[in-house]
């Protein structure tokens, strides 16, 4: 896997940028093999996930793990059975995701850019309280929340509902401070008085004129929100009862637990293939949108 | 907060008129969240401190006990078995993960690496596959019945130890949660790097400073203030362990207790034992002591920046 994936870089190497010193450093071996050794780190274990997912239940006990089975290439058959299986409920928990996703994710991340444009560039009453409230709340671990918002949800009846999900993912205080330092700098204070004296309402100034330069930000933040929200397992493992409202994360591990149980089916390739699936499906996200991320992400470290 | 010379303020309004206005467009953004985050993270906190306050008893139903619970907290063997398991994950895990995050960053940076693009987005993806997904395709991994360590043994002749049995768990925990995060603490030191003007490092460079020399007194003090913030982040995250141990006890259920982690525990206590007002109590301890040595570390590490 190093050699295939160093050679093409070798080839193309650095391009010959003359401006800087005249004698520019060249690239080190050692130090691309030692990196190699992390890459490796990192992805032995996805290779190891597609290799599997190519399985059938008994290839997977009968081959070794890295390598492919002498068996029929199951992948396509893998694939349909993890969407029907159990009358197709992996549909019904990818649904789920994505609502909870959408509306967590989402709502997060607008709820986080209008604080955040608020906290950077208004002076207001009140301001440093706001700022010590949400610096004291994040020190405490959002898990230790989890709990008693079970407790306090489970009166108020919203347990088993999507909504005991999505509204504490509505909150995402990185997501906040991260739009923070980004709108601080990326708003020219200047732009907003212009906009104020031409006598445009904060909210027009603040769609028309903020939103399109706080663009990589949001999706930065949108991003680490979207993270977070799939990465969720402990919340909807407290807060839903009913196998319909599962995310993924519950279900397959619900999947997985079932070969332990008297009578439960082992399903470990269609564990596997789900996966496999929910892995792509935020992996080809993150691909798609790095630019943005990325570019974000470098802003935001700017302020520290 | 410069006033630009085209747009002078409207009107000659006093101060505090204006900054009551102002006030109010300011909190027509920031007010949306701050509902939200009182119902999903203040309330639950005041609630959590209520609940630690009382006990339901046999007789007399719910009574206020005072800091009963507490007492019992504090006596508890098995609430601190856990906090020293997350403890020593801690001490270990961390430093290793924040470590090897920190010598890509610098490799990254350092302008030598061959295939830089590559190495970042290869290194980074593990921190897009889900806690659960990580921690089932690991826990397969380790597996007996068709897991790589097996098929190691079995075809390589090698005795590798089972990584699930009691005395290796946890660290096999702790490699799942470096396999996840190594990534995205690489990130964090990486944008740091990025912003560091390069103009430093040639000009050290012609003072005869090596490559070393340059990251130990320039860039590693240039991004004090991402190391903290990661150590934090680092920190919080070990405290609340839950979702590795909670999916591997499927497979090793001998060597992950009910008590393993602080979380687990009050997770246990509220959903097995249905003891709503201890658990509450355990989980006000817990954020305590998060909050303290978050804070020490905070401190320590800003203390030395000057």
């Known amino acids: 896997m190093t050699t295939t994936t160093v050679e093409p870089t070798v080839a193309k190497g650095r391009p010959p940028v003359t401006l800087s010193s005249k004698k520019r450093r060249k690239g080190s071996i050692t130090l691309t093999v030692l990196t190699s050794l992390m890459a490796l780190y990192a992805l032995v274990p996805l290779a190891w996930l597609l290799i599997n997912s190519t399985k059938t239940q008994d290839g997977l006990f009968s081959s070794f793990g890295l390598w492919f089975d002498d068996g029929p290439f199951a992948l396509f058959s893998n694939i349909a059975d993890t969407f029907t299986y159990d009358d197709g409920i992996f549909t019904r928990w990818l649904g789920n995701t994505l609502l909870y996703v959408v509306a967590g994710a989402g709502g997060a991340t607008f709820l986080a850019v209008l604080a955040g444009y608020g906290l950077a560039k208004f002076d207001f009453v009140g301001k440093k309280a706001v700022f010590a409230i949400v610096i004291g709340a994040v020190a405490v671990p959002p898990t230790a929340l989890a709990v008693p918002t079970f407790l306090m949800f489970s009166k108020m009846g919203l347990t088993n509902t999507p909504w005991a999900v999505i509204i504490p993912s509505l909150i995402s205080p990185f997501g906040l401070y991260l739009m923070w330092t980004f709108a601080a700098q990326a708003i020219p204070t200047e732009m907003l008085e212009a906009a104020r004296v031409d006598g445009a309402s904060e909210f027009r100034t603040f769609f028309r004129l903020s939103v399109p330069l706080l663009a990589p930000g949001i999706v930065t933040t949108l991003l680490f929100t979207m993270v977070a929200t799939m990465n969720n397992y402990f919340l909807p493992l407290i807060m839903l009862k009913d196998p319909d409202w599962y995310p993924l994360t519950v279900g397959l591990n619900a999947w997985n637990a079932q070969a332990a149980t008297a009578g439960g089916e082992a399903v470990f390739n269609l564990v596997i293939t789900g996966s496999l699936v929910t892995i792509v499906l935020l992996l080809g996200a993150f691909l798609l949108l790095q630019r943005y991320w990325q570019s974000g992400l470098a802003a935001g470290a700017v302020k520290e | ?306």
Do not use: C, H
């Open chain 2, 1 to 306: 907060m410069a006033v630009p010379q085209l747009a002078a303020p409207p009107a000659v309004s006093p101060g505090g008129v204006r900054r009551k206005r102002r006030s109010y467009r300011a909190w027509q953004f920031v007010g949306p969240f701050m509902i939200v985050f009182a119902l999903v993270f203040l309330a639950p906190i005041a609630y959590s401190i209520y609940l630690s306050l009382y006990r339901n008893r046999l007789i007399g139903g719910n009574a206020f006990v005072g800091l009963d619970n507490y007492r019992q907290a504090l006596e508890d063997s098995q609430f601190w078995s856990a906090v020293g398991r997350v403890g020593l994950f801690l001490v270990v895990q961390v430093p290793i993960m924040l470590f090897l995050a920190l010598l890509v960053a610098l490799a990254l940076d350092s302008g030598r690496l061959y295939g830089k693009s590559f190495f970042r987005v290869t290194i980074f993806l593990p921190y897009a596959v889900p806690a659960v997904v990580a921690a089932l395709m690991w826990g397969f991994i380790y597996g007996s019945q068709f897991g790589l360590v097996g098929n190691l043994n079995d075809s390589l002749g090698w005795s590798l130890p089972d990584p699930l049995k009691p005395s290796l768990i946890l660290a096999s925990i702790g490699n799942i949660v470096t396999w996840e995060f190594i990534g995205y603490n690489m990130l964090i030191f990486y944008s740091a790097l990025q912003v560091v003007p390069k103009s430093l490092y040639e000009s050290a460079a012609i003072d005869g400073a090596g490559q070393f020399r340059i990251i130990r007194s320039i860039k590693l003090p240039a991004i004090r203030g991402a190391l903290v913030i990661a150590t934090i982040f680092s920190i919080i995250g070990s405290f609340q362990l839950f979702n590795e141990p909670a999916i591997l006890r499927n497979l090793a259920p001998n060597a992950i207790t009910t008590y393993f982690t602080p979380n687990f525990y009050a997770y246990s206590l509220t959903f097995s034992g249905q003891q709503f007002n201890y658990s509450a109590a355990v989980a006000v301890v817990m954020a305590v002591i998060t909050m303290i040595v978050a804070y020490v570390v905070q401190l320590r590490g800003t203390k030395e920046l000057g």
